[in-house]
C-alpha cells in the first residue's frame, strides 16, 4: 500500500460559498446564519413559549439547494403511517401503497392513511396540492379501485403515473416509461445534431426493439 492510500481522506460537502469539513469541524460561515419561524402548536396558549414550533430556516433552504431535502425530511420525519400501508418519501413527494386482493379493502386501508396525512398536514399547516396528486390501481384484472379523498378533496385517478422519473403504468407493463423515455433520447438527439433529412441515423436498442431518431 502506497503512502497516498493510507492517507485518510477528510469527507466534504460542498457548496457554493464554502465547504463543511466534518473531520476538523469547520462549519462555513454562511450555514451559521439562519431565520428562526416560530409556528403556533394548535389547541396551546399562545402566551407561553413552549406553544411554538420553532423552524430554522437557512440562507440555502430554497428550493433547488443543498440543504432543502435535509431540512424538509427532519420537518416531515414524524409523518403518520399506517401500519398496514407502504409509505416512500423523496423530499416533498410521498407515495402511499395499499395492496389487497378486494378493490374495496385496498381504498379502505389507503383511505385510513390519507385520513390521518390529513390530519398532520393541517395541523402543521403544510397544504397539500389534491389536483396534483394521483390515485391509480395497480393490477391485471379490470376492476379499479374505489376513488379516496385527501381531506375534502377527491384524488383524481390515473392509468399511469410519473414518480421520480419513472412513468408507471397500471399493469406495469413499463410501455409508456419507454415510449417517453424514447422521444426523450430522439428529442435530444435531433436537438443537437439537427433535424436534417441527410443526417445519419443510429439505432438505440430497448427491450421491445430498437428506437431509430
Known amino acids: 500500500m502506497s503512502a497516498a492510500d493510507s492517507e485518510v481522506r477528510r469527507p466534504y460537502c460542498p457548496i457554493n460559498k464554502g465547504s463543511l469539513d466534518i473531520q476538523t469541524s469547520h462549519v462555513p460561515t454562511l450555514w451559521k446564519t439562519s431565520q428562526i419561524v416560530m409556528i403556533h402548536k394548535p389547541g396551546k396558549p399562545p402566551n407561553e413559549a413552549s406553544s411554538y414550533r420553532p423552524i430554522s430556516l437557512t440562507p440555502r433552504g430554497t428550493q433547488g439547494s443543498v440543504l432543502g431535502p435535509v ?13 398496514k400501508v407502504a409509505a416512500a418519501t423523496f423530499a416533498d413527494d410521498a407515495a402511499f401503497l395499499a395492496c389487497s386482493r378486494d378493490p374495496k379493502q385496498a381504498s379502505t386501508l389507503l383511505q385510513s392513511q390519507l385520513n390521518i396525512t390529513h390530519d398532520w398536514l ?56 419507454i415510449k417517453n423515455k424514447r422521444n426523450e433520447i430522439n428529442f435530444r438527439f435531433k436537438t443537437s445534431s439537427g433535424s436534417s433529412e441527410d443526417s445519419p441515423h443510429y439505432l438505440f436498442p430497448t427491450n421491445y426493439g430498437y428506437i431509430v431518431p
Not at 431540512?71 to 403518520?80: A, E, G, H, R
Not at 390515485?135 to 379490470?142: K, N, S, V
Not at 375534502?152 to 414518480?163: H, M
Open 71 to 83: 431540512l424538509y425530511n427532519i420537518f416531515t420525519s414524524d409523518l403518520p403511517q399506517s401500519p
Open 122 to 177: 393541517t395541523k402543521w399547516r403544510i397544504k397539500a396540492s389534491a389536483p396534483k396528486s394521483h390515485h391509480i390501481t395497480f393490477a391485471l384484472r379490470l376492476e379499479t379501485c374505489p376513488s379516496v379523498n385527501l381531506g375534502r378533496d377527491k384524488l383524481p385517478q390515473s392509468t399511469c403515473v410519473k414518480y421520480l422519473g419513472f412513468y408507471l403504468d397500471r399493469r406495469m407493463t413499463w410501455k409508456d416509461h
